[in-house]
Structure formats: structure tokens, C-alpha cells
């Protein structure tokens, strides 16, 4: 979309207001609103933005040594927006938005921006000749802004009385979301309570990304409006379900999926292989992305659904990468790894990094798991310590490479400085019993905002 074309829907939709919007290290939309008068300037020439965003915690504050703060003297950075991501946002009174990343004051990229991450691995999947079709699925709880109460029981996974709770805020949530670009196919009631579950189409590139993070945004604001709090905090109850980002990939040469081999037993191409076998050969890095959280590692419970190890399997639900093996052009690779409180961004670099390693090196996947694949001997357990799995990243040299160096220092910075706030303020945060409830610090920090 040209700048001129902006103008033009700026007139004709008449708006008011435009969001300059980008990703913080946690996924949190932060930005600034301009009048349309001064759209026109601020477009051709970047808006001012303290830098140091992308070095907060989930409650803005600022996480010390990531090399975006006190080491510059907390400057701004300029941010400009991709034109492409232009949108009307119709839960917001004449008011757009359009997506930013942010460049250092001399005109570099500030790298350790999760966009710009993520730009940054597609660019070498593109020079090895393939695109990325993608699509996060996302479970959130609702809650009753004033009463902090669920609207509706649990276990009741998929029942019409459940999934029709509230129409209005349903209803809204989907007809919005495609407004905005995000084709919704499915929404339902999920197993906990308040808990929904809202599916939406894959997309190209890092258009994946800016779906979801358009999504998880935009269902927080169109919740508030219906007098509800939506969260995507992985698990805001120890004894209900966790909420999960289970994320989809194929790799495409032209308008052919290069996961899909006719020939071979399965279905499935070599290329297939080895960029799963890249995802578990990185599984405990990728979970410094994938469950960001000290909360989120609380899903990696035994027959839960959710994953415990680095394990793949043809259709299972219990392995960490669950390929979809439909011998068509559906074929692709499921990562179950994520909480719903990772950043798509980063998660969708993670899963690039790890498996374009595996392209690479065509590295070769151990055997499938065809039963239940809790409980398994010889294989690679899941980080269930923030600390552990952020060790794993900093030590994984190819994850070094692929990320970048200006992003791992902030990256591990910012969630050593989480897991030391959780530490100092969870009396058994250093112990086993951790992992058997969920502790009002962890609520505090993550459930408004994540």
C-alpha cells in the first residue's frame, strides 16, 4: 500500500486518529496516537520512541544490562511504519493504526526488535528458495472486569452453551478480527473456565506474525469494551487448563509445498524431515521463546495435551512437533511447544532459526512417536525453569547466529531480570512446589497485559 493510497482511505473512512504501533520484547502493543493531520509528516519521517521499550519487563520496568538503556542514556529511537500493515481498526472510534519498527537515531535497525527478528530469518529462508506459510492457534481466559470472576464453568469443551456464552462479545471479536485482515474460521469454548479458543487462517511471511499480534491485541481491547478482561497468561490457574500457541508451519518452493513427497511411506519430503529434526535438535532454545514466562513451563504437565519433551509424531497431540500429514497440500508441521503468552514474533524466529539449521545440516529426526509420548526414556525433557531454558539459548551458538547477537543480550537480560523479580518475590520460587500452584506475583505480573 503507497502512501498515497493511505491518504486516500484516511479521507474517505474519515479518520481521526492513527496508531503508531509496534511489538515490545513480550508482545505487548506499545505506541503513540497522532492526529491525521500530522500523519503525512510522521510517515515520511519516523516518530520518536524511547527505545528502551523493547528492555521492559511486562510491567515496564526497565531490566537492567540490555544494552538498550542506561548504557546509551535511555535514548529514543525513530520508528517507521510498513505501509503494508496500514489498517482501520473497527473496535476504535475513527481511528487507524499502523505497524512500526524502530531504527536507531543514525539510521540503523535497532536488531534486537521483534519484527525485525523475524524479517531477518525469512530473509535467509527466502535465499534458500522457500516461503513460510504460517498461523498461530490461540486459547485466552475471560474473566469479568469487576469481579475477576469466569463467565462460565469449565469442562465443557466445545458445548453450544458454552461457546454462545456472549454472543455480542464473541460475535464482535470475530467480525472484527476480519475487518483487520485476520480470517477467523473457528471459535469455541475450550476445557477451563472462561477459557475460548479462536482460530484464524495461516499467512505469508511475517504476515503471520502480524496477525497474531494484531489478534492478542485486538481481543484485549474488544473484551474491555464488553466489560471483560481478556488474558493470554499460559496458566492463571494450576488446576484448569492452560492456554496454549500451537504454531503451524510448511515451507512452499513456488506453488508447491515442500513438506508433501507422494513417494515417500508417510507423505512427507525430506525437507520435511530435517526442518523438524532442526526444531528438536533446538527444542530446550526454542522454549526460551516459545514458554517465556516463569509461569508458562506450569503447561508441561503429563497427559495434559500439552507437550513434555522434544518428541514428533504423525497426528499425535502428545509429542512436541505434531505433523499434519494429509498427503495434500495441507501438510505441515505443528510446534506445540508455545504458551499463549510468547511473542509470535519471536516464536515464529525461533522455530525459522531452529529449522533452517536443520536444512542446513540436514539433520535427520529420530522415529516417530506412535503412542503416548509422556514418560519417554532417551529423549530430550522440556525446560520446566525460565532460567534453564534461557541458559540452553545462550549457550546454543547456532540460535547466536540466527537471532543475532544485539537480540540475545536484551532477550536474556530482560527474563533473567523477570525470573530474579519472581524469585525475590515467590518464597518457593527456587523449589519443586513451585510448579503445583500458581502464585498471586504471577497473576500481577502477567494476566492484564499478556
Known sequence: MSLTEIQKLLHDKDIEFIRFEQTDTHGISRSKTIPARHFEYFAKNGLNFLLGHLGFDAQAVVAPGTGYLEELGFPDSRIRPDFDTFQVLPWAEKTARILCEPYYLDGRPAMAA???????????????????????????????????????????????????????????????????????????????????????????????????????????????????????????????????????????????????????????????????????????AICALAAPTVNCAKRFKLYSFAPTNATWGIENRTTGLRVKAARNESTHVENRFGGAASNPYLLMAACLAAGVDGLKSRLAPPPPVTGVAYGRDGVVNLPIRLEDSLNALEQDRVMHEALGSEFIKLFLAVKRHEANKAATAIANYRTPEFHNSVDDWERQEYFEFL
Open 114 to 284: 521483534p519484527r525485525l527478528v523475524v524479517k531477518k530469518s525469512l530473509s535467509e529462508l527466502q535465499a534458500m528458495g522457500y516461503r513460510l506459510l504460517s498461523g498461530f492457534e490461540y486459547e485466552f481466559y475471560l474473566l469479568d472486569a469487576a469481579t475477576r470472576e469466569p463467565p462460565f464453568p469449565g469442562i465443557q469443551i466445545f458445548a453450544t452453551l458454552r461457546n454462545n456464552f456472549n454472543q455480542g462479545l464473541v460475535y464482535d471479536i470475530l467480525r472484527s478480527m476480519t475487518a483487520v485482515g485476520v480470517d477467523t474460521i473457528t471459535a469455541n469454548a475450550e476445557y477451563g473456565p472462561g477459557q475460548m479458543e479462536i482460530n484464524f487462517e495461516p499467512a505469508w511471511g511475517v504476515a503471520a506474525a502480524d496477525q497474531a499480534f494484531t489478534f492478542k491485541n485486538g481481543v484485549k481491547e474488544i473484551a474491555l469494551q464488553h466489560g471483560m478482561i481478556a488474558s493470554f497468561m499460559t496458566k492463571p490457574h494450576i488446576d484448569q487448563s492452560a492456554s496454549g500457541c500451537h504454531y503451524h508451519q510448511s515451507l512452499w518452493q513456488g506453488d508447491k509445498n515442500a513438506f508433501l513427497d507422494d513417494s515417500s511411506a508417510d507423505g512427507l519430503s525430506d525437507i520435511c524431515r530435517y526442518f523438524l529434526a532442526g526444531q528438536l535438535a533446538h527444542a530446550e
